[in-house]
């Protein structure tokens, strides 16, 4: 399944907890495939860009439960920010360069977007190796699989005001 088609679950009948812990391992690994196949592959920049689309996606699903896991998953969030940011620099360089091109601009210009955008796969390519290797996407698995939990302000039963609101935020995502 890729990540563009992963579309949460959601039974209404469970809680929050137990829906967390039931969906968000099955988005991630989709997430992670999609990752590790630009990784693996001869990926073009098309494809870099289909996955920062996608790190945005996962990262604003994440945000929505954030009252359930805390901290570890604020940590976990960062590095979502991070692949972001990197691949939102590369496509800076393609648009850019994208554009030049439609002028006439120099070999130059475009020579050191060539080499810019070079730069921005080979540090995708170390932070993804680096935080999201299968070790610690098991990790990320096991996480999502087993830390949620309510906190006081966090409604118990499925149905209430708040508790659909994120029902409704995560099955819209």
């Known amino acids: 399944m890729s990540f563009k088609n992963s579309k949460p679950k959601w039974d209404t009948s469970k809680s929050v907890v137990a829906n967390a812990k039931e969906t968000l391992p099955k988005v991630a690994e989709a997430y992670f495939a999609e990752g590790d196949k630009i990784l693996n592959e001869d990926s073009s920049l098309e494809d870099h860009h289909e996955l920062r689309l996608a790190t945005k996606h996962f990262r604003y699903l ?3 439960f954030e009252p359930l896991y805390g901290a570890g998953l604020r940590s976990r969030l960062a590095d979502l920010r991070e692949v972001q940011r990197i691949l939102g620099e590369l496509n800076d360089c393609v648009a850019t360069k994208a554009l030049m091109n439609g002028r006439g601009d120099s070999g130059e210009s475009l020579g050191f977007l060539d080499r810019e955008a070079a ?3 080979a540090e995708f390519r170390q932070f993804w190796s680096d935080r ?3 070790a610690k996407q098991r990790l990320w698995l096991r996480y999502f699989g087993t ?6 302000r966090t409604p118990r039963k499925p149905g209430s005001p708040a ?11």
């Open 147 to 152: 830390q949620a939990s309510l906190v006081k």
């Open 119 to 121: 730069a921005k796969v």
């Open 62 to 64: 994440l945000e929505n």
């Open 163 to 173: 508790s659909s609101r994120l029902t409704k935020n995560i099955v819209n995502q």
């Open 132 to 134: 999201f290797s299968e």
